[in-house]
């Protein structure tokens, strides 16, 4: 007769290195701005994207300057990447939403910085790691208040970029 014994090893998640997770460079997109985009002050801006680097296997479509829509549903992994002009007042916010096919909002990734000194740039980075389903959009909203316009820098080295990659895909949900 055999015994039954329960284990007491707890069950591994998945992580990047275990087989089941894992970044397929197959399905990727990264999108940039090659302009500097003004800000006012206490008003939330949606950044726009005017280059597209990579978007390998077609799973976002950029159907608006200021959107990506997903074409192909899985867990998503990435960054956010902004950098803001010199000025020594206010804090500087990065949102990344994801506007759901219900047209519900959710914030997958973002940060929130106090200025740094008067001469040093403010640069932010929002990791995304978040499910994204066939119609869902992907938007970057950014923030500050330091009394006046202030932009959101762009150059070879700080272009304003949105890059993401599918970890895993998702079957789709039968009704």
Not at 122 to 138: L, Y
Not at 160 to 166: E, Q
């Amino acid at each position: 007769m055999a015994l039954w014994r329960r284990s007491t090893v707890m069950p591994r998640l998945p992580t990047l290195s275990s087989p089941q997770v894992h970044p397929d460079p197959r399905f990727s997109v990264r999108v940039r701005n090659t302009a500097a985009q003004a800000t006012t002050t206490a008003v939330a801006l949606t950044l726009s994207w005017n280059v597209t680097d990579t978007n390998r296997g077609l799973m976002f479509q950029l159907i608006t300057p200021t959107q990506l829509v997903c074409r192909k549903p899985g867990v998503f992994e990435g960054v956010a990447e902004i950098s803001w002009a010199s000025d020594a007042v206010g804090y500087r916010r990065l949102d990344v939403i994801r506007i759901n096919t219900d047209k519900t909002e959710d914030t997958v990734g973002g940060d929130i910085r106090a200025p740094a000194p008067a001469t040093i740039r403010t640069v932010q980075n929002a990791p995304i790691h978040s499910e994204f389903r066939i119609g869902d959009k992907i938007e970057i909203r950014v923030t500050q208040t330091s009394g006046g316009a202030l932009n959101v820098q762009s150059n070879s080295k700080d272009s304003p970029m949105l890059g993401l990659t599918l970890v895993r895909p998702l079957e789709p949900r039968v009704l």
